[in-house]
């Protein structure tokens, strides 16, 4: 039997989640899913990327985040088009989602990719949206979330609500990508932006807002500066600290690229001689398998999902979060040991091999057949 599934998700960016639902719709076995994509943002870049690809997207516009009348033309389609099983992504989607799927009675799957409270600039959106998705629970049937951190986090507030419904760690996965040209790749990168052969360049990739901690990475270089005074960040993303960010570069005397938004932002990976994720917290850091896929030695903050997927001394340099000594410090011990940084960048390619889309929609697919039981 072939299960009729509709993802559901706000798709206003291409970040972690989007990358991770665009994944899942190409990888779902096809003999046994038949998956489809809703929006719920106008003009999204997602439902875009997805229709290029060939595959089926539909939106239902929210005006605002708590905006439930996209619930509305959602139930219609699902209705249309024989919709089997509702699974969300976000707490946008899951609000509009669950309180859908409970008026259709249909089967509800949420997945938690990040801490509700993190994703928000302003803190009382944050407060906000963790109101409404623990008041929105015992609509779901099962969650998924991409660690074992997030979990303990769902587990929680599950029974704090009394509900039993099952938690499931599914995971994120990435596709293999083409680094091998990669030698090529960081020479087009760096002539493009005009960063010199020889340069020093910290990067980093994703959104750019607080919880990401660009902010913690230039103070680190500004320490890291006078050891390394041809020193280059390089910045590669949007997002609403982008102004904010730009004027501490500009005060911060270093130099610095800040690319914006990149379609293929994987490919600018070769440019950096170190991947640094300063985040203050992470679900899982899927851009950390394609720094290891790039060999690229890996700087990341020892939070969220980090730890679960890279070991502190063996596939990456793990430090506190909020911290630019410990960043700082971290970066120098790896441009000035290349025999750690290289054996880093073996031991991290080997283990995002384990991480594949392949593996991560089999056992959402197998999540679905339980449920529909």
């Not at 989007?18 to 994944?23: A, R, T, Y």
């Not at 049937?141 to 303990?152: F, G, P, Q, R």
């Not at 994720?277 to 903050?301: D, F, N, W």
């Not at 384990?354 to 089999?362: G, H, Q």
Request: charge should be neutral; aromatic fraction near 6%; hydrophobic fraction near 45%.
């Amino acid at each position: 039997m072939t299960i009729k599934v509709l993802h559901l998700i706000g798709g206003g960016e291409i970040a972690g989640a989007e990358k991770h639902v665009l994944s899942l719709l190409n990888h779902l076995p096809a003999e046994n899913v038949n998956p489809l994509l809703g929006c719920l943002l106008q003009n999204s870049p997602l439902a875009d990327l997805v229709q290029a690809r060939g595959l089926a997207s539909v939106t239902f516009p929210m005006k605002f985040p708590l905006d439930l009348t996209a619930a509305i033309p959602l139930i219609r389609f699902c209705r249309e088009s024989q919709i089997q099983l509702l699974h969300c992504h976000g707490t946008r989607a899951s609000l509009v989602g669950r309180v859908a799927a409970r008026i259709l009675s249909l089967p509800c799957i949420s997945t938690i990719h990040s801490l509700p409270e993190f994703d928000y600039k302003v803190s009382w959106k944050g407060r906000a949206a963790l109101f409404l998705d623990y008041h929105t629970l015992s609509l779901v049937d099962a969650v998924i979330t991409v660690s074992y951190n997030l979990k303990e986090y769902a587990v929680t507030r599950r029974e704090q609500k009394g509900l039993t419904f099952p938690v499931k760690i599914i995971y994120n996965g990435r596709e293999t990508l083409d680094f091998s040209e990669r030698d090529q790749l960081r020479d087009n990168f760096r002539k493009e932006y005009g960063i010199p052969e020889h340069t020093v360049v910290l990067g980093t990739i994703g959104r750019l807002h607080p919880v990401k901690g660009q902010f913690f990475l230039i103070e680190a270089a500004q320490l890291l500066h006078k050891e390394f005074p041809d020193l280059h960040i390089l910045l590669v993303g949007d997002g609403p600290s982008r102004t904010e960010l730009q004027d501490v570069l500009k005060a911060s005397g270093l130099n610095y690229t800040l690319t914006g938004y990149l379609p293929e932002a994987w490919r600018i990976l070769p440019t950096m001689d170190i991947f640094v994720l300063p985040s203050q917290h992470e679900g899982m850091g899927l851009v950390l398998l394609e720094a290891a896929q790039a060999k690229v030695p890996i700087v990341a903050t020892r939070v969220g999902g980090i730890p679960e997927i890279l070991t502190d001394q063996s596939e990456a340099l793990l430090v506190n979060p909020a911290n630019p000594l410990d960043l700082a410090l971290a970066c120098s011990k790896l441009l000035n040991d290349q025999a750690l940084a290289q054996k880093l960048v073996t031991k991290a390619a080997e283990k995002a091999k384990l991480f594949t889309p392949e593996k991560m929609a089999t056992e959402t697919a197998a999540l679905y057949r339980e449920i529909l039981k």
